[in-house]
């Protein structure tokens, strides 16, 4: 916003005008009112100062008009008395002139009105731009055709702005992607799926750099519930679960943004064959992903998995390596394991075997960090078929006995930690020993 001190004189002083089409200057009007009207008068703000002329009306509007004729502010009429579009008509009409105060550049939009004066003005944005207002009606037709009609005018316009900001087509869109962060989705699943288009024309595999353009469009979910990874300070967490979860009541399931968006989901799932160690002669199985961004989980232990994850850390960082309590058998609490040296693994070189449900931290790091957790939820065998097979679709390597028991082999059984050994890394400077922070998992 922006306060003016311009005098802003009213628009015309006679109606001469046809109610549509051109005025004899040559500009167009839009109904009754100019566009110059409309644009002007939303740019006012409850500050606004205005003055009206003597009252030179007759009948009931003489009688409205004597209520505001005093006010000295836009707010000031509206209180007393004055009809919204009183201020289109006695503006463009002249009996209205603008002195100065606050006015902004800009017509108001409504998503942006916080004053009750703003949401007046703002109803009137579509009238200040009559392009917008084209592009609306011709959008309606689609709208129709998608059965959005129920959308009223303001969600239809944010749709449409929505859909001309991320590039959506507006006939892939839809009422839930009304949000930023649906939108936002839509975007990088999109971009999921050219990348899973060209990479197979080309006979290529999935890249790092394939899977962080994805990311840096996915908008991530503020998550408060992981309480057990939330670094000390905050209250939520980026953090996302694609795939397989158990629900609390016991039902097995895809996670929503999976099945929203399965190319994304599809892109990391054929990244993580296409990117594992060499060493590793099965697929890696798992049934979900833990997809975070932006924050060094703190110590804990993935509560719920079976078997062992597969973590990567991707973007442009430093520091952010992954300590592991490999030895971790629960014989100690988290908070004695900070006295014991963990081993370090650097997830920055792409996807690294460990044990989640062993302690685990992420040091702290700097830039931009993001991490994909591969894990398999607990008793994933009971999810139903329905579920198993929308995973397998997504090109998810679901467990089976045998590559399951191989992958467990790669894990040697803890061994649990000595004091003697907790005595010899006692020496770690007390900043170490602080909750490191870290990931959701890696
Ligand atoms: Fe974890």
Known sequence: MVASNKAQKPANKTIKEKKDGEKKDGSKANGFYHDETYKTVCCWTANTRIKYVPNPKSGKSRIRYAGYEKAKTVEESLKKGSFPLDLLFDYQTGKLSVLGGEIRKEPIDPSKATTHTDTILSKWYYRAHPAKLQALRDAEKVFEEKSLTKMNLKNQAKALDLSERLGIKL????????????????????????????????????????????????????????????????????????????????????????????????????????????????????????????????????????????????????????NAWEDDNKSLDLDQLLEVKPKVLDVSKGPTLFDGRRAHSVEPFKGERFSLVFFSAGKYWKAPKKVQDFLKQCKVEFPSDASMEYYMKQTPAAKGYSSEKRKATASISSAKRQRTLASGGA
Not at 230 to 248: A, K, N, Q, W, Y
Request: glycine residues 6%; positive net charge; charged residues 25%.
């Open 171 to 322: 006939d892939e869109f839809s009422e839930g992607m009304l949000s930023e962060l649906d939108a936002a989705r839509k975007v990088a699943d999109q971009e999921a799926e050219k990348i899973l288009a060209s990479a197979e024309r080309q006979r290529r595999k999935i890249s790092d750099q394939d899977c962080v353009k994805v990311l840096r469009k996915w908008a991530f979910r503020k998550n408060e519930a992981r309480l057990n990874v939330m670094p000390e300070g905050s209250s939520f967490v980026h953090s996302d679960t694609l795939g397989l979860i158990r629900c609390r009541d016991g039902r097995y399931m895809a996670t929503e943004p999976s099945v929203l968006y399965p190319n994304v989901f599809t892109l990391f799932n054929k990244w993580v064959q296409d990117q594992k160690p060499s060493k590793y002669q099965k697929p890696f199985p798992f049934t979900s992903i833990s997809v975070n961004y932006a924050y060094a989980a703190k110590i804990h232990r993935d509560q719920g998995n079976h078997g062992p994850s597969m973590g990567a850390a991707l973007g442009n960082f430093t520091g952010g390596r992954l």
